[in-house]
């Protein structure tokens, strides 16, 4: 999700895109050039080279900091001579989802996006749940209002990764008793970089990037609090791959519900029927 305001805007006066923390830079170099004139100049994205950093201190969850995945491009939109509206920015869909917690022999609770599992998307938003189908509004989208008389020169970036926390006790449980023997994650993400013609809502795709966040943690939940948790590999995860050919969106990366809000938590116990422990805020 988005984490700092970097709002943008167009300058009637110098008729260029000025943003609030220096997003005119000097841009060097030959870019693309995409339809209507669109110049990425330089598209970046990376995941920090770090391990996910696990924190204990509560004796109720167990909280995981994964790495950043970021990305950016410099972008130069071409003079625009009628009065439309243009919005350049990262969109992001989810497109597989593992998300396993282990509680011995007791079962598994499970984050499940129930119409991606069975298949029927091909991937669902990834939107801050707002800004539909835009990743966010501040650093993630700049809009550039015509007409302009020059280029407008930007730069767009986003990042993710996850914080989430898991209960140390059977989540359906009474008891308080820690359990958690494993924590296993597995999601794969497409991110694009779209102009668009708001007018007309037609959307321009100038890069299509693949990247996955991969994590397994072994949990011994008889030792002592802050000592249990150990993680295994991948301890670095892949580097994000930005694709010589472009993906077309699918319909559900662009339109709600987002991620967030489709997800259910289940607990699926080795015996006996799954339950919903925590339904979906929206269908
Ligand atoms: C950005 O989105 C927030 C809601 O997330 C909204 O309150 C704000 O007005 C939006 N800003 C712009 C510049 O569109
Ligand atoms: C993660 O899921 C993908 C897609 O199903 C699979 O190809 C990959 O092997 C999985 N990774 C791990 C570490 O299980
Ligand atoms: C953007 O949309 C407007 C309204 O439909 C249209 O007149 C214009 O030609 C479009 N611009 C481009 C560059 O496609």
Known sequence: MPSFLWDCWPSLEIRAVLCAMGCIQSIGGKGRVFREGITVMDVKASIDPIPTSIDESSSVVL??????FRASAQVVLPPIPKKETWVVGWIQACSHM???????DQGMSSWELPDLQEGKIEAISDSD???YPWYGNTT????VMGPTKRDSKFIISMNDNFYPSVTW???VSESNVARLTNIYRNQSFTTWLV???TTTNDMIVLHTLHWHMQLSIEVNPTRPLGQRARLREPVTQDQPKILSKNEPIPPNALVKPNANDAQVLMWRPKYGLPLVVIPPKHW
């Open 63 to 68: 909280r995981y900091r994964t790495p950043h």
């Open 98 to 104: 593992e998300f396993y917690n282990q509680y011995g």
């Open 129 to 131: 749940g707002v800004n």
């Open 140 to 143: 993630e989208t700049c809009t």
């Open 169 to 171: 006790a059977v989540p």
């Open 195 to 197: 102009a668009s013609n």
